[in-house]
């Protein structure tokens, strides 16, 4: 039994004439007319009674025919979803994201990308930008938003949505709050909190890295993974920080911002989409390039 026989069977049984339905399935009676009775040859029953008075369903036909519409709505409904999500418009696409892209860049880039494609679900998972490359090249994620400088294997790339620099977090009764200029060569013998060396080992490369381009290497006071907790630590007291620069939107009552009026342009942070290219779906395309267009970036 093939879906053609079940399309054959339920135009039969909504005209109850064979020269109708034939018309319908853009075929001649005769065919159709064999067609059904090989169908009831193949699953051992009569469907429809033939007569003076025309065609009728039979019982079995009649305890048959919504079970044969089911099934038919439910195979259109199977190439519809294929087709969609052959074009990028259907399907399920998973992005993996760091906290920090939520304050702006992923929203303008979901807002855009869920006009276009309402047939998409979308999966949202938010992880360091580690875990978020090493999803990609295992194909647990389709696309990810990560912070750059961020370590990817081959297989991965990289497009710059956002770059941006450090911003000095202080404590709001530590000295520096009140001073109007700071500089980071100056910051030497201060007690940094940094990122973990394992799960957020890109911005504590940026960061060291910033302040070696000044002359040392920073004292680290505490650790942490998330540019929140890092806050968390600084408004407790127990340090400074460098932080992406987006987090002054989000200023608490004990912790001052400083920009710093030496920080080395070599330094320099951002948001990035991930990708892997090998893998790319239709619908993680769709997604990259609405992300391009909204940002305006060039590969």
Not at 36 to 64: M, N
Not at 74 to 79: D, G, L
Not at 123 to 134: D, G, Q, W, Y
Not at 165 to 187: G, M, T, Y
Request: hydrophobic share 45%; proline share 4%.
């Amino acid at each position: 039994m093939d879906f053609r026989h079940l399309q054959q069977f339920v135009t039969l049984a909504e005209t109850l004439n064979f020269r109708r339905a034939a018309e319908k399935l853009h075929m001649s009676q005769p065919p159709l007319s064999v067609s059904i009775r090989k169908l009831e040859s193949e699953i051992g029953v009569d469907l429809f009674t033939r007569g003076k008075e025309g065609v009728k369903l039979t019982k079995s036909g009649e305890a048959a025919l919504s079970d044969a519409k089911r099934a038919l709505f439910h195979a259109h409904q199977f190439s519809e979803a294929a087709q969609t999500a052959a074009i990028g418009e259907g399907g399920v696409l998973r992005v993996g994201f760091v906290g920090s892209a939520t304050h702006f860049i992923l929203p303008q880039i979901l807002t855009v990308f869920r006009a276009r494609y309402p047939g998409v679900q979308l999966v949202l998972r938010e992880a360091t930008s580690i875990r978020v490359m090493e999803s990609l090249e295992d194909d647990t994620m389709d696309v990810g938003v990560v912070r750059v400088p961020v370590s990817s294997k081959s297989g991965s790339r990289l497009l710059s949505l956002q770059t941006e620099h450090f911003v000095l977090a202080v404590p709001r009764s530590h000295p520096l709050a009140a001073s109007e200029q700071v500089k980071l060569k100056d910051l030497a013998d201060e007690g940094f909190i940094l990122y973990t060396p394992t799960d957020a080992a890109g911005l504590r490369m940026a960061a060291v890295h910033a302040c070696q381009l000044r002359g040392f290497t920073p004292q680290v006071a505490q650790e942490a993974v998330q540019v929140q907790t890092v806050l968390s630590l600084v408004e407790a007291g127990l340090g400074i920080a460098l932080v992406p620069a987006v987090s002054r939107r989000f200023a608490g009552d004990y912790i001052v911002y400083k920009t710093l009026t030496d920080f080395p342009e070599s330094a320099t942070i951002g948001i990035s989409l991930a990708w892997k290219p090998s893998a790319e779906t239709a619908t993680a395309r769709n997604f990259r390039l609405t992300a391009k267009e909204v940002f305006k970036m060039e590969l």
